[in-house]
């Protein structure tokens, strides 16, 4: 079986038989694509044209929404540290975001906690938001039986501002229970 879906002449997306393609078609005004390495280029670097995410069906719980632009698609890592446990020991989480033209994984590894969530993404006036669709296993609740967001919730964003990876946590909860505001987290 072959599904293929044409986003305003800003990108073509195939499925083959659960295998997936997706491939840039260049408009004549369409800005260049960047390199996964050039964050600092994406807000110049977004096509003009717009079109509706869509969402794709497959085997595997992470992939769920394709946005027409690849510009965000990379890895991006936090680490969390500054905090100690009980014991005075010092304590740091790893987090991984994932974006890709099919998919959207953010992870958490550390200390008390190790998880993975699918997420959908959805481009906004400031940048790219990040949102819950349920953990790697597929369900909405995470290993402990516990529903901490609804399909949906708002997780972060992140907005390339002059140059900088900004950062805005929204219902994502970091380790030491205290607000953080807009700030540089994640590299690329």
Known sequence: MVIKKRFTASASLMLLGGTAACSRLQDAGASPMVSANSAAAVSDALPKTQASPTTVATSDAVTKTVEPSSDWNGRYSYEFGGWANAAGTA??????????????????????????????????????????????????????????????????????????????????????????????YFTR
């Open 91 to 184: 304590a740091t989480v790893a987090y991984t975001l994932t974006l890709t033209a099919l998919s959207c994984k953010f992870s958490a590894e550390g200390y008390q906690i190790d998880e993975t969530i699918a997420c959908t993404t959805k481009r906004g006036a400031r940048g790219i938001d990040i949102a819950f669709k349920s953990y790697s296993d597929g369900g909405t609740t995470d290993k402990y039986g516990n529903a901490v967001y609804a399909v949906g919730d708002p997780l972060f964003s992140l907005e390339n501002k002059e140059g900088k990876l900004i950062t805005r946590w929204k219902g994502y909860v970091l380790p030491d229970d205290k607000p953080h505001g807009p700030a540089v």
